[in-house]
């Protein structure tokens, strides 16, 4: 990953937009492999309007050699910082189907990748379009939470924070809490 260009309110908002990104469900099924998976669409879908809500644009170019398929992702900020990456294989076939799909399949990793989202389980619980509950966590935690945010004196301390954040299983309503907690955190750290 190329972050040369990465600024801290780039990854503040990343760590905020992950934050509230949800996993891509899966809705297309692979027939050979009797499997289901998220295809691009469904991807672009969940990442795009939570990222632009947060002043982050993805683009992505794609390159063919005659051997090998490439995509590079680019994530935009709107304050002009960006983050890149390149993903490549060899195509199954070298002809327009198969450098297509080729394509296609990088642009779908390589995205849910950079956006940090993983396609939702398609067990039993998927299927009756329910999610688990989310293992409620103590008080103890939310406020430890709310300390880390409070505690984060600069854009790059408050993605830091952000990027735990992602990672706690807590309830829809703590959730809000803390969400609320961090945006308020970093509208302030903007106007300092």
């Known amino acids: 990953m190329n ?3 990465a600024t801290p309110e780039l990854f503040a908002a990343l760590a905020d937009a992950q934050f509230q990104i949800e996993n891509a469900s899966k809705n297309a099924a692979n027939p050979h492999f009797r499997s289901r998976y998220a295809d ?6 969940t990442v795009r309007p939570v ?8 683009m992505q170019s794609t390159a063919f050699d005659g051997a090998m398929v490439s995509v590079e992702t680019v994530l935009a900020h709107s304050s002009g910082g960006s983050v890149s990456s390149t993903a490549s294989c060899v195509p199954a076939k070298t002809d327009a189907q198969g450098v297509g799909a080729a394509t296609t399949y990088l642009r779908r990793y390589a995205l849910a990748a950079m956006a940090g989202v ?22 103890t935690v939310v406020q430890e939470a709310m300390a880390r945010i409070a505690a984060a004196n600069d854009a790059a301390a408050l993605g830091e924070v952000g990027a735990g954040l992602a990672k706690l299983d807590v309830d829809e309503g703590a ?3 803390l969400r609320a907690a961090f945006t308020a955190r970093r509208k302030a750290l903007e106007a300092a």
Request: avoid cysteine.
């Open 3 to 5: 972050i040369e260009r």
């Open 40 to 45: 691009l669409a469904e991807v672009l879908n």
């Open 51 to 58: 990222l632009a809500k947060h002043g982050l644009s993805v």
């Open 118 to 139: 993983a396609q939702e389980d398609d067990d039993g619980n998927s299927a009756a379009h329910t999610k688990p509950a989310p293992v409620v966590q103590s008080d």
């Open 175 to 177: 959730k809000r809490k």
